[in-house]
Structures are given as structure tokens and as C-alpha cells.
């Protein structure tokens, strides 16, 4: 699978290392060793999802709580969240950290990605949600890092597009 083993461990230990011990996730081609990290560590929730809205409200529960937590989602995930995001983190000011597959940029090879990955920033920049680009294994610790202190100074939602460089080994 070209799925890159190397930078989803990068991206997992960036993760425990930001103390984030929730993630919710649908299973996706390029989120399949993430999942796997999660599934395999008994320090870490996963939660499975039938439809990338529930993480959103799964994400609020655990900020409640009192736990960190992150979302793993494609770009048409994100598309189909888009109410939970308005109508729960947005109203009700909760932060919301999202790691979008940003399929569908330079480099696709599945015609149904490209229409999502089309208009993804463009919904990010519409709904007014920071976003990062972690295009190289380098950017991830810091960059989430970032999204967590203003996810949670702001009490909104953020977003890192996981992009084709980073994810994919061709």
C-alpha cells in the first residue's frame, strides 16, 4: 500500500505527544495506518464512526470531559460534517480539531476525489476555520501543535489538510 507507514507514525506520535488520547474516525485509504496506531494503543480511544458528523459531537464530549481529541476524516467527510461543525462546534464555541485526507489535489488518480478536494479550502475559508497544510513530515509536530492552541483559545473548529506529499509513497 503507498500509503506512507513513516508519516502516519509521525503524525501519531505528534499526536500523543499534544496529550490528544480521543480520535474518531471513518476507515479511508490514506487514514488506515493512523486508525491502526489507535486501535493498537491501549493509551488511546478510537472511535468508529458510521458518518463523519457523529466525530463532531463525539469531539464535544470529550472537550467536556476534559480530553483531547481529533477527528480523521477524507474531504467529502468534511463535506458531510459541515452541519455538526455549524450547528454544534460553532454555535456552542467548541473546539474542534480536524485532520482532513485532502484528496483530490495535484496528483489524484480516482476521479470521484477530485470534485471534493475542488472545493474543500474554499468551504475551510467560506465558514471562516483556520487551516494548515502539512505537506512533509517536518511541518506535523508544529503545526498541530498550532491548531490545538488556537482550537482551544478560540473555542472553534481548525483543520490540518494531511496532503498527497506527506500521505502518499509513489
Known amino acids: 500500500m503507498p500509503v506512507s507507514l513513516t508519516s502516519s507514525r509521525v ?3 505528534a499526536l500523543k505527544a499534544n496529550d490528544v488520547r480521543l ?3 471513518l476507515p479511508e485509504t490514506w487514514l ?3 486508525i491502526r496506531m489507535a486501535e ?3 493509551d488511546m480511544t478510537l472511535v468508529r ?3 463523519e458528523e457523529e466525530g463532531v459531537g463525539i469531539s464535544a464530549g470529550a472537550h467536556l470531559a476534559g480530553a483531547r481529541s481529533v477527528m480523521l476524516m477524507q474531504n467529502h467527510g468534511f463535506l458531510q460534517s459541515i452541519n455538526g461543525i455549524v450547528s ?15 484528496r483530490g489535489e495535484f496528483g489524484e488518480r480516482d476521479p470521484w476525489q477530485t470534485e471534493g478536494g475542488s472545493v474543500t479550502e474554499h ?3 467560506a465558514l471562516r476555520i483556520p487551516y494548515l497544510r502539512l505537506e512533509e513530515p517536518g511541518h506535523v509536530a508544529r503545526r498541530l501543535h498550532k491548531a490545538l492552541t488556537l482550537a482551544e483559545s478560540s473555542n ?3 483543520a490540518l489538510l494531511l496532503c498527497r506529499d506527506l500521505m502518499w509513497e509513489d
Do not use: C, G, T
Request: cysteine-free; charged content about 15%; hydrophobic content about 55%.
Open 123 to 125: 468551504l475551510l475559508q
Open 49 to 51: 464512526l458510521a458518518k
Open 11 to 13: 503524525i501519531y506520535d
Open 23 to 25: 480520535i474518531s474516525a
Open 88 to 102: 454544534l462546534a460553532w454555535l456552542y464555541r467548541i473546539p474542534l480539531v480536524m485532520f482532513i485526507s485532502y
Open 40 to 42: 493498537d494503543d491501549p
Open 156 to 158: 472553534k473548529p481548525v
Open 32 to 34: 488506515v495506518h493512523l
